[in-house]
């Protein structure tokens, strides 16, 4: 058993971190970060942290390259402040689409990512529906990898959708689509997408029957919305009747909120693991869902050494 459970934030999702210490019942640990007038940043543990086990909630979004380093400053400050163990808690793991070599001469950023927690002081990592699970094995430290699939099933079971097709947009979510196609006792379908470039997809054609049928297209990451709206037009192309979405995490960047406004999907189901709030005022057809009960649930169970498997839906 480790020293005494605390939890931390740095500055990218205050909400969520919120959300997480109200489902403890503990309170955020002080900690400051604050930056120079060039932009470095500076951080100090405003608390002993001396044998404690210590869990740190910062998804690396927007600005990734921001939060990212910031969280490896904080868990340099961990380490040299002598906390028993630390856990790097990631929501969204940023980098996680840069995963292999897939061209000439490219990185392989999020091996490099998970290289840089570790070196920073992370003992282990607590992080949910990374885009390719193989990023697990980056790590030489434990990796809890949780899944967003019980909170959107509940919200999709509260619809109550008839006729209900779950579609996944590629075939890379194909596994995601049907373990949740197979609780909802709903169909499957696929759309083959080519990707053209970077943030930009050009559908080809629809594997399975949505004509007539209530469909939701099922994604673990929502960038610029570009491969959404190509699928929705695919499907209604294909004579899908209604067309809704569902997504882990709402990165939400350039066009994407004004593609969905134009677009005909009725409802875009996202979780909170990056911050949502300025969006849902711009986005009428954003339905935020919280993972808080989800990670806070996971970091009680690390903290006393019980199995986490249960989560793993």
Same mark, same amino acid.
């Given at each position: 058993m480790?020293?005494?459970?605390?939890?931390? !934030? &740095?500055?990218?999702?205050?909400? #969520? !971190? &919120?959300?997480?210490?109200?489902? #403890?019942?503990?309170?955020l640990g002080q900690v400051r970060c604050t930056n120079f007038s060039d932009g470095e940043l500076f951080v100090q543990l405003e608390e002993n942290v001396r044998g404690s086990d210590a869990f740190i909630i910062q998804p690396t979004c927007t600005p990734v390259n921001d939060n990212l380093m910031e969280l490896l400053v904080i868990l340099d400050a961990m380490k040299r402040s002598s906390a028993s163990r630390v856990?790097?808690?990631?929501?969204?793991?940023g980098y996680a689409r840069q995963d292999k070599k897939d061209a000439p001469r490219v990185p392989i950023t999020s091996k490099?990512?998970?290289d840089l927690l570790s070196q920073a002081g992370a003992d282990r990592i607590l992080t949910m529906d990374l885009h390719a699970a193989q990023i697990q094995g980056f790590f030489n430290i434990p990796v809890d990898h949780l899944f967003a699939a019980p909170v959107?099933?509940?919200?999709?079971r509260d619809l109550d959708i008839p006729d209900l097709v779950i579609v996944s947009p590629d075939a890379g979510g194909v596994e995601r689509a049907r373990a949740i196609g197979k609780r909802l006792q709903a169909d499957l379908a696929?759309?083959?997408?080519?990707?053209t470039g970077p943030n930009k997809t050009a559908v080809m054609h629809v594997i399975g029957d949505v004509a007539d049928k209530s469909v939701l297209i099922l994604d673990d990451i929502i960038d610029t919305a570009g491969t959404l709206t190509h699928t929705v037009q695919a499907l209604k192309d294909k004579g899908a009747k209604r067309v809704l979405a569902a997504g882990v995490h709402g990165v939400l960047s350039g066009p994407a909120l004004n593609r969905l406004d134009e677009s005909v999907i009725e409802e875009v189901l996202i979780t909170n693991t990056t911050p949502l709030e300025e969006k849902l005022k711009l986005?009428?057809?954003?339905?935020s869902l919280s993972v808080a009960p989800l990670l806070g649930e996971?970091?009680?169970?690390?903290?006393?050494?019980?199995?986490?498997?249960?989560?793993?839906?």
């Amino acid at each position: 058993m480790y020293g005494e459970l605390k939890i931390f !934030a &740095g500055r990218a999702h205050p909400a #969520l !971190a &919120g959300e997480i210490s109200t489902y #403890l019942d503990l309170p955020l640990g002080q900690v400051r970060c604050t930056n120079f007038s060039d932009g470095e940043l500076f951080v100090q543990l405003e608390e002993n942290v001396r044998g404690s086990d210590a869990f740190i909630i910062q998804p690396t979004c927007t600005p990734v390259n921001d939060n990212l380093m910031e969280l490896l400053v904080i868990l340099d400050a961990m380490k040299r402040s002598s906390a028993s163990r630390v856990t790097a808690v990631l929501p969204y793991y940023g980098y996680a689409r840069q995963d292999k070599k897939d061209a000439p001469r490219v990185p392989i950023t999020s091996k490099l990512v998970a290289d840089l927690l570790s070196q920073a002081g992370a003992d282990r990592i607590l992080t949910m529906d990374l885009h390719a699970a193989q990023i697990q094995g980056f790590f030489n430290i434990p990796v809890d990898h949780l899944f967003a699939a019980p909170v959107l099933l509940e919200a999709i079971r509260d619809l109550d959708i008839p006729d209900l097709v779950i579609v996944s947009p590629d075939a890379g979510g194909v596994e995601r689509a049907r373990a949740i196609g197979k609780r909802l006792q709903a169909d499957l379908a696929i759309v083959d997408k080519r990707r053209t470039g970077p943030n930009k997809t050009a559908v080809m054609h629809v594997i399975g029957d949505v004509a007539d049928k209530s469909v939701l297209i099922l994604d673990d990451i929502i960038d610029t919305a570009g491969t959404l709206t190509h699928t929705v037009q695919a499907l209604k192309d294909k004579g899908a009747k209604r067309v809704l979405a569902a997504g882990v995490h709402g990165v939400l960047s350039g066009p994407a909120l004004n593609r969905l406004d134009e677009s005909v999907i009725e409802e875009v189901l996202i979780t909170n693991t990056t911050p949502l709030e300025e969006k849902l005022k711009l986005c009428s057809k954003l339905r935020s869902l919280s993972v808080a009960p989800l990670l806070g649930e996971a970091i009680k169970r690390i903290h006393l050494n019980s199995s986490v498997s249960s989560l793993f839906i």
